[in-house]
């Protein structure tokens, strides 16, 4: 099963991404890896400051290739040859939606977080030459300096050593009993996921002492980074950006979610959502949302009934983020 769209949704959807542009990127070697959390799916964002000293190796593929499908299970167990090793295995999904992509995970059974990059623009800035049934899967590596630099597809094992080189733990791992291992290594990823606050919250109560004490030094270091975000946030919010606040503090929400976070979070997130500014810039990126999705199935005649809206989403909201989106699909839209 393929995920592919048609030619107008792929234009409507901005895949037209200048290969300059990407190749500058690139060559810049420095990886810039999502920061929107709808961006990533099985966890995520994994961000710079995260991976610091540590590894990655990111996989980009072909959805509709029956090859690509067959070689999960062989990359899977792989990686977990690497699970007690300071490297990250990271599947890059190019030119779909979300809900596609988390279809296909649960397909295939991939436990690796995967990007979305619906607009390819990673996989251009990545210097990935566009996945297709022709081009079925490329391989990138970050090494502990943040370096982007070439991978293999082929030798992924051979990659993610040569990635390893000089890299380490930034939570010292001592001390950590094997049940709340799972949790140390999402925190060491930014992979917290609705299981992971379970098994920390199983680990604060439980009536192991070692347990208890492991969970609760990880819960020290989950506190200690909510409250330098949610600094960071109000920092924001006082400078008038107010949108980027709002963002930090629902990211804290998805990134930890299933923790019991402080009540400050809630409280943030409900006033920000409140502002004029923030639900303009809500209600932007709804109506863009709705407006992909339909481009998914749209006839030739109804997308450039789509493309119509979009020329007037850019007007009506111009200014938010949503519609320099908009703006940016636009210029690859057909001009006749």
Wanted: charged content about 25%; aromatic content about 8%; some cysteine.
């Amino acid at each position: 099963m393929s995920f592919r769209l048609s030619a107008p949704a792929s234009v409507f959807l901005g895949l037209g991404w200048l290969v300059l542009g990407a190749s500058l990127a690139y060559a810049q070697q420095v990886a810039a890896l999502p920061t929107d959390p709808g961006a990533w799916v099985n966890g995520g964002p994994i961000t710079a400051e995260m991976l610091k000293g540590k590894a990655a190796y990111l996989y980009f593929y072909e959805e509709g290739c029956p090859r690509c499908r067959e070689k999960w299970p062989s990359l899977v167990a792989m990686a977990k040859k690497y699970e007690d090793k300071p490297i990250v295995f990271i599947a890059v999904n190019s030119g779909n939606q979300r809900d596609d992509v988390m279809s296909y995970v649960r397909e295939v059974n991939l436990p690796w977080p995967t990007i979305v990059d619906t607009t390819r623009k990673f996989e251009q800035d990545s210097g990935v030459n566009e996945i297709s049934l022709q081009n079925i899967y490329q391989a990138r590596i970050i090494t502990p300096d943040g370096k982007l630099s070439m991978g293999s597809a082929q030798d992924p094992e051979g990659s993610a050593e040569r990635a390893l080189s000089g890299a380490k733990w930034n939570i010292d791992p001592t001390g950590i009993p094997a049940p709340l291992v799972p949790v140390w290594r999402a925190l060491e990823f930014g992979l917290s996921s609705a299981s992971t606050g379970a098994m920390l919250k199983a680990g604060l109560n439980s009536k192991d002492a070692t347990v208890k004490a492991g969970a609760e030094k990880l819960n020290s270091i989950v506190q200690e980074r909510v409250a330098a975000e949610l600094k960071t946030a109000k920092e924001l919010y006082g400078a008038g950006e107010k949108w980027k606040s709002y963002k930090m503090v629902d990211a804290l929400t998805v990134q930890y979610v299933g923790v019991d976070l402080p009540e400050g979070v809630t409280k943030a997130k409900t006033a920000l959502a409140a502002d004029e500014e923030v639900k303009k810039q809500l209600q932007a990126h709804k109506e863009l949302d709705l407006l992909k999705k339909r481009a998914k199935t749209a006839t030739p005649a109804a997308m450039r009934g789509l493309i119509f809206k979009l020329k007037e989403l850019a007007e009506k909201h111009a200014g938010t983020e949503a519609a320099a989106e908009a703006t940016q699909l636009l210029a690859n839209a057909p001009q006749n």
